[in-house]
C-alpha cells in the first residue's frame, strides 16, 4: 500500500486520492490532468461505441517499481487524462505476469 502512495506522488502528482483494498489486492485511484512521468508498458485499449466519438478510453499498462508488479489503468474522458488506477496484487493471487491482451478467439 505505501509503494502505491508514494509511486503516485512521485511519478503522477496528485492530491485527490482513494484507496480500496479487496480479496485480490489493493487499488489506488488518482483524479488527474496529468500524464506518468515515467516509462510505462501498454498492453491494450478499450473504447465503447458512444466513447469513440467523445475520446473516451481506458489503456490497460504495467510497470515494475522495487520488485513490486504493479498494474495500470489510464482513464480517458473527452481524449484527456482524468484518472489513473495503480493496482498490486495480494501475495498468492493467481496472475499473468506481464500482462499481455487476451485473444477471445483463442479460448
Given at each position: 500500500?505505501?509503494?502505491?502512495i508514494?509511486?503516485?506522488?512521485?511519478?503522477?502528482?496528485s492530491?485527490?486520492?482513494?484507496?480500496?483494498?479487496d480479496?485480490?489486492?489493493?487499488h489506488l485511484?488518482?483524479?488527474?490532468?496529468?500524464?506518468?512521468?515515467?516509462?510505462?508498458r501498454?498492453?491494450?485499449?478499450k473504447?465503447?461505441?458512444?466513447g469513440r466519438?467523445?475520446?473516451?478510453k481506458?489503456v490497460f499498462?504495467y510497470?515494475?517499481y522495487?520488485?513490486?508488479?504493479?498494474?495500470?489503468t489510464?482513464?480517458?474522458r473527452?481524449?484527456?487524462?482524468?484518472?489513473v488506477?495503480l493496482?498490486?496484487?495480494?501475495?498468492?493471487v493467481?496472475?499473468?505476469?506481464?500482462?499481455?491482451k487476451?485473444?477471445?478467439?483463442?479460448?
Amino acid at each position: 500500500m505505501d509503494t502505491l502512495i508514494y509511486y503516485a506522488n512521485t511519478f503522477i502528482g496528485s492530491e485527490k486520492k482513494r484507496m480500496h483494498e479487496d480479496e485480490f489486492g489493493c487499488h489506488l485511484f488518482v483524479l488527474t490532468r496529468k500524464g506518468i512521468s515515467r516509462n510505462i508498458r501498454c498492453f491494450d485499449e478499450k473504447k465503447g461505441i458512444i466513447g469513440r466519438f467523445l475520446g473516451n478510453k481506458k489503456v490497460f499498462c504495467y510497470d515494475e517499481y522495487n520488485g513490486t508488479k504493479i498494474a495500470i489503468t489510464l482513464i480517458y474522458r473527452f481524449s484527456s487524462l482524468r484518472m489513473v488506477t495503480l493496482t498490486t496484487f495480494k501475495k498468492g493471487v493467481d496472475i499473468k505476469w506481464p500482462p499481455t491482451k487476451e485473444n477471445p478467439s483463442k479460448k
